[in-house]
Each structure stands twice: as structure tokens, then as C-alpha cells.
């Protein structure tokens, strides 16, 4: 295989491509026994991994320089192809649907990949295309957007990450200066944001109601997979959060207001833990990702190999840059079977977390990928997803000295801290969300008023100090899911709970933990949700008391006298 930089990229023939499924439908619907249908099958699927292999070669280029114009060009073509393509596509699932060979296509292939292709087809329709195109264009915008927005702070042009580091100096007036700068960059930008969210609503609702259903949120649900709950199920486990975590967490941070000596936090003051400074990563991005094999190579063979592939590839697109857009995430190269891992290093811990978040999706990717027969197969929904993220990140305590040297148990205890911390953050977008949809779509100041009164419920310690744009209900904005990924986000939540529980289990047995996490891995999107959970012993998280449960090891660590 070839590193990254030198894969070649060609325009995929989408007419031609259209016309080879035209061939494969009939093919299939002739196929006088199952090994003709499954050798189509397996064909058609080769072809497929080309098609997205191009496709992730052209997002990933566009996000690292949304300048280069032509590979805006060409995500402007795949969103405008891509919605027409699948109405052939969802033609040829139907024909598999329909054959005769279906039972042996789901006793080779699983329950769960028969369920998927029934779903699927609920979303082909030649009516939402164009607002299908309309909404490609308008993710495109947004993120045209974000990435362009920049400030000068302290004489040194930057953009939102660029403000990160200042925003947890130990200079504690730097620290409200940056959090000013970064704030002002939203409000700048509010306008355009508030006027692409609109848009983005009224295409999405329209969407869900040429489709038949009720409202956005019922198709959300049914287009992320989400077969085993339902919007109720997740209610319960908020409100598992607001009773179990949220008082916990104000606990944490009034902890926190005491060790950094002030009298009250603010906002500029939630991300510095330690009044002498944060644990930061020693080295450069080159000298981290040496670490990181380093690591990997003794926490098992599995990652040993995987992270060697990564690094002989270049599969890594890790430093802040003009024109880059925002975030982070990993992405595949289907025909290459290749994870491909983005971010924006800012100095940070948040780059050591990159280096095991987004490696424990791609090392799920890679193992995946080369267990199952099909890369349908590869990943399941995202609740499961992100427990291979977030355990990654809990399974490589043991070697953070290696980055973070003798604040190795600084960086600990406020990564742990962290995770526990985001999540009422991450049930607030959510509601937000389910509220916003469910009033069809709101006003930007209702919107505000709305992100305002859960922050009240959820986030009750949270004091932007004084700044009025923010403190009237303007930080959802800086969410980026709530424009790109619509209802993307509880899914971290929900999978924390899994990480938490591999974490106590961890310091019980990491080896035993470690077996039933790659097992997960292996299983990728083989089997539904709460199967998966349960092929792990893993709890419900939607039962009640689970929370409490998955939590409890996470705050008897936390609340250790020594820790605080």
C-alpha cells in the first residue's frame, strides 16, 4: 500500500458505475443458485469500496485545505451525485431482499445486515433528492465557514483551536482574554450560522416529511440505526444523568474552584484543573506519534501492527492549519481497508487524546475490516462505536508517562475528570436538539432561550461572566454535530457508559478487560446494540440504576482524598 499523500484520486464514473448496477440487479435476479449470487454480490461490493474510497480520499483533502478548489469541486459533485446513485442502489438491495438466496445471504452475513438493507431502503426516494443536494450544500457551507473564522490574539492570527491553549493558561486574565476572543468569533459569527441552522432545519424537516414520517426526529432515530430505543428510552437515561451526574460534577468543579483559589468559576476557568497549569504532551507531532507506536506496540500485538500500518502510511493529518477545517475525526479507505485519522493539534492534551480517541476507532476499523467478509459489516452505530474511542483512551493510562512525563497522574485524573464531566454537556445538546425539532425548528432567539434553560438544568455551575451573547444561550453554536451530524451526540454519552465500565473493570483485570474490548472490536457491526453490549457484559445503559452502576468506579477514583 501506498502512504496517504501519493494515493491517486479519480473522479468516480457515477454513469458508468449507475450502469454496472443496472447489470448487477439483473445479473443477481438470474442467478441460478446462491454461490453465482454471493460471487455478484462480493463483485458489486469491490466496486462499492472504490466509489468510497474516492469519495474519503476527496473529503479528507477538502477538510485538510477547504480552500483547494477542486477538491471542493469534487465534494460538490459527490453531493450532487451521491442522492441520485441511491436510488439504484437501493434497487440492487431490493433485489437481494427479494431473491430467493435471502436466508443465505442472512446466515452468511447476519440477522443485523438484512435488518440494515430493509432500513436503508426507507430513505431511497427520488422525491428528497434535491433537498438531499440542498443539504449537502449547506454542511459544505457551514463548514466553510468555521474553518475561515480567525482572530488576532496577543499580535498571533488564530483560529477557534488556536484559542484553546491560551484559554487554559494559568495566567488567569490571559484566560478571559482568550475566552473573550473566542467568543467574540461565535457572535461574529452568529448571523450566518443562525441564518445556515435555519436552512439546515426547514431541508431536514421537509426530507422526514416527503418520507411520511411524523416529524425529523422518528427519521433521525431510524436513519442512525437506532432499532433497540427509542427518544422515551433516551428521557430516562437524561434523567439518570441530571440525578446521578450532574450533582457529582458540581461537586467536582466546586473542588476545583478551591484548588485554583478563585471564588467562583467561570467558564475560562472549567478547563484549567491545576493552579500550576494542566499536564501538557512533551514533543512535537512527530515526537508524539513515536510515543504513541511506542505504546502501542507494548499494549498488545493487535495494535502493535495496527498503529505500524498507520505510521508506514501516513495516515495521519494532525496539525492546526489555514484553511483546515475544525475537529477532529477518522474516516476509512475501504479498498485500502484503512482508517484515516484528522484533527487539529493545539498543544494540548487534547493531541494525546486524539492519539487514543481516534485510534481506538481505527483500530476497530482495521481489525474489523479484516475479520468480517464484508465491510458492511465493519462498523456498527455509533453508540458502539464510540466505546471503542473512549476505552482506548482509559486503556492507555498505564502509559502516559511516556507524553506527559512526571504529570502523568495530572493528566489522569483530569482526563478521568473530563469524561465525567462532558456528559451533561452531551445530554443538553441532545435535548436541545429533540426540542428544537420538536417545535419545528424555532427562531434564534428561541433557540438561545431554549440552550439557556437546559443549561440551567444541566450545566447549573456554568457562569460565562458577564459576556451576554453566551450567557443568553449561545454556546450551542460552537457544537458542530448539532449542523453536520443532527442527533449525533447522545451516542457519546450512551458509550461512555460502556468505557466506564471497561475502566473499572481495568483496574480489576486489564488483561480480562482488554480480551472482551478487542472481542467488541472484532465483532464490529456484526450483531445489533444492546446484543453487542451484552456479547461483553456490558449493561443496558437506558435500565434504571445503570448509570449509577457504570459511574460508580469513575467517582470512588475521583473523590480519592489524594486525587483532589
Not at 453531493?79 to 431482499?97: D, T, V
Request: a negative charge; proline letters at 3%.
Amino acid at each position: 500500500m501506498q502512504k496517504f499523500a501519493d494515493m491517486e484520486y479519480k473522479r468516480p464514473d457515477v454513469e458508468a458505475f449507475r450502469k454496472y448496477l443496472n447489470d448487477y440487479i439483473e445479473n443477481l435476479k438470474a442467478a441460478p443458485d446462491y454461490e453465482t449470487a454471493k460471487k455478484l454480490f462480493l463483485a458489486q461490493k469491490e466496486k462499492m469500496a472504490e466509489l468510497s474510497t474516492m469519495r474519503s480520499i476527496a473529503y479528507i483533502r477538502n477538510t485538510v485545505n477547504t480552500a483547494d478548489e477542486f477538491y471542493d469541486g469534487e465534494i460538490t459533485y459527490f453531493n450532487s451525485e451521491m442522492p441520485k446513485l441511491s436510488l439504484i442502489m437501493r434497487k440492487a438491495s431490493e433485489a437481494l431482499l427479494d431473491s430467493p438466496f435471502r436466508a443465505d445471504f442472512e446466515k452468511d452475513y447476519g440477522t443485523i445486515f438484512i435488518k440494515n438493507m430493509e432500513n436503508s431502503r426507507r430513505f431511497a426516494d427520488e422525491r428528497i433528492i434535491p433537498d438531499q443536494i440542498e443539504e449537502g450544500k449547506l454542511e459544505k457551507e457551514y463548514s466553510r465557514t468555521s474553518a475561515s473564522c480567525k482572530t488576532t490574539f496577543r499580535g498571533k492570527e488564530c483560529n477557534f483551536y488556536g484559542l484553546l491553549k491560551a484559554m487554559q493558561s494559568t495566567d488567569r486574565a490571559e484566560r478571559k482574554e482568550a475566552f473573550e476572543a473566542w467568543a467574540d468569533l461565535y457572535e461574529r459569527t452568529a448571523d450566518e450560522l443562525d441564518r445556515e441552522y435555519d436552512e439546515l432545519i426547514e431541508v431536514r424537516c421537509r426530507i422526514a416529511h416527503t418520507l411520511g414520517f411524523s416529524n425529523y426526529i422518528d427519521m433521525a432515530y431510524l436513519s442512525r440505526r437506532r432499532f433497540d430505543y427509542t427518544a422515551e428510552d433516551v428521557k430516562v437515561f437524561r434523567k439518570q444523568v441530571k440525578d446521578v451526574i450532574v450533582p457529582a460534577v458540581d461537586r467536582l468543579f466546586k473542588e476545583q474552584a478551591e484548588r485554583l483559589g478563585v471564588d467562583k468559576l467561570r467558564y475560562y476557568d472549567e478547563s484549567l484543573c491545576y493552579p500550576d497549569g494542566n499536564a501538557v504532551p512533551i514533543g512535537n507531532k512527530d515526537e508524539l506519534v513515536a510515543k504513541a507506536q511506542k505504546m502501542y506496540h507494548e499494549l498488545s500485538p493487535e495494535t502493535a501492527e495496527f498503529f505500524d500500518f498507520m505510521v508506514e502510511n501516513d495516515l495521519f493529518d494532525l496539525e492546526t492549519k489555514p484553511g483546515k477545517r475544525p475537529g477532529g475525526y477518522c474516516t476509512s479507505l475501504p479498498m485500502y481497508k484503512a482508517p484515516f485519522i484528522f484533527s487539529n493539534f493545539n498543544g494540548t492534551s487534547a493531541d494525546v487524546d486524539v492519539l487514543t480517541h481516534e485510534a481506538g476507532h481505527a483500530f476497530e476499523g482495521y481489525t474489523a475490516s479484516r475479520v468480517l467478509p464484508i465491510s458492511d459489516l465493519s462498523h456498527s452505530t455509533s453508540e458502539i462505536n464510540e466505546i471503542h474511542s473512549m476505552a482506548m483512551e482509559h486503556f492507555t493510562y498505564p502509559w502516559m508517562e511516556l507524553f506527559f512525563g512526571e504529570n502523568a497522574d495530572k493528566y489522569r485524573y483530569a482526563h478521568l475528570k473530563s469524561a465525567l464531566e462532558v456528559i451533561p454537556y452531551m445530554v443538553c445538546v441532545d435535548e436541545f436538539q429533540h426540542r428544537v425539532f420538536e417545535n419545528g425548528g424555532l427562531n434564534a432567539k428561541e433557540r438561545r432561550a431554549v440552550w439557556h434553560e437546559l443549561e440551567q438544568t444541566y450545566m447549573p455551575w456554568r457562569d460565562y461572566d458577564g459576556n451576554e451573547f453566551l450567557g443568553e444561550g449561545g454556546f450551542w453554536m460552537q457544537k458542530q454535530h448539532i449542523f453536520l451530524y443532527p442527533f449525533y451526540y447522545i451516542d457519546y454519552a450512551l458509550a461512555q457508559m460502556g468505557a466506564f465500565e471497561f475502566y473499572t473493570r481495568m483496574k480489576q483485570d486489564h488483561a480480562a478487560a482488554w480480551a472482551d474490548y478487542y472481542k467488541l472490536c472484532t465483532l464490529g457491526g456484526s450483531k445489533g446494540y444492546f446484543e453487542l453490549l451484552e456479547s461483553v457484559g456490558l449493561s443496558n445503559p437506558f435500565k434504571e440504576g445503570s448509570v449509577r452502576k457504570a459511574v460508580s468506579g469513575v467517582l470512588e477514583e475521583l473523590f480519592k482524598e489524594n486525587k483532589r
